[in-house]
């Protein structure tokens, strides 16, 4: 009996020292794992297709992340330019043209005149420099400064040539309905209509404007042939010498005698200006008529 006793409370005190083997085990695997961090617990609410952005990574708290976020928009809006009013002071609005690129002057503006032109394209220079006030004015950058007079000077060229284009046939048009109309007489009878209208202009600024007319409108060639037809000879040479235009043909003339006084070693510079110049007046005179 006495046996069974003590075999009862060593079996117990077995079991019992099982049990706190099994729970200081537990206890051992409990304390080997780590808690659970910070970081993942701030962001485990957040969605997933951000939760794992590097932006939010770098901060190991909630906090972190405030604190990041505030001093990202405190940089934001120290840096960037601030639009002003309509009616701020012109001094606020030239500090927030300069912070967006405008040069400090308008001769910053860098213009080059394109070296291909079509021939008789009115390039003004002078446009050139208003074209520098107006962009300096308007806050423009460099870049958009150049951007906008590129397409700009594209532009006018395209509507040059056009003009050019229909011009030179319109003038086919009116050499056409010449021919048709005089035949084999054609350069004869337009001689005399050009010869008439000249002797009736009184300077080369109105000559040049009225043969541009005349290359253009074949009535008004036919309605000077018709008063040519009315006058003499003698009559159309006084009227050429009745006003202040002096035929093209003698200023050409003139222009030769000139360089007959033209050193042209000393003065070749001069020398080649008025040999162009007595070119371009015999060019003239033949389309007048008064070489013929």
Do not use: C
């Amino acid at each position: 009996m006495a046996e069974e006793e003590v075999k009862s409370v060593s079996d117990a005190a077995g079991i019992q020292d099982t049990k706190e083997q099994g729970s200081g085990a537990r206890d051992q695997e409990s304390g080997n794992q780590e808690p659970k961090k910070e970081v993942d617990s701030w962001r485990a609410g957040l969605p997933e297709d951000i939760r794992e952005n590097p932006h939010l990574t770098r901060y190991g708290s909630q906090e972190e992340a405030a604190r990041g976020l505030v001093a990202a928009q405190n940089f934001i809006s120290t840096t960037r330019p601030t639009v002003p009013k309509e009616d701020a002071p012109a001094e606020e609005w030239n500090t927030f043209y300069t912070s967006l690129g405008r040069p400090e002057k308008p001769e910053g503006y860098e213009i080059t005149k394109p070296e291909k032109l079509p021939k008789g394209f009115p390039y003004s220079e002078e446009l050139d420099k208003q074209w520098q006030t107006w962009a300096h004015k308007a806050g423009l950058t460099t870049k958009q400064f150049k951007a906008i007079r590129d397409e700009y000077l594209a532009a006018n060229v395209d509507n040059f040539n056009q003009v050019l284009a229909d011009q030179g046939q319109r003038e086919e048009q009116v050499v056409a309905a010449l021919e048709k109309k005089w035949g084999g007489k054609y350069k004869e009878e337009l001689a005399l209509s050009r010869k008439t209208a000249q002797s009736l202009i009184e300077t080369d600024e109105d000559w040049n404007s009225l043969a541009f007319a005349l290359d253009n409108d074949e009535r008004l060639v036919s309605l000077f042939n018709r008063i040519g037809h009315h006058f003499s000879e003698d009559t159309l040479r006084g009227l050429g010498t009745g006003g202040a235009h002096t035929s093209f043909k003698k200023q050409a003339q003139a222009k030769q005698a000139e360089l007959l006084n033209i050193d042209k070693r000393k003065e070749a510079q001069r020398y080649k200006e008025t040999r162009a110049e007595a070119e371009e007046l015999f060019k003239k005179a033949e389309a007048a008529g008064e070489l013929t």
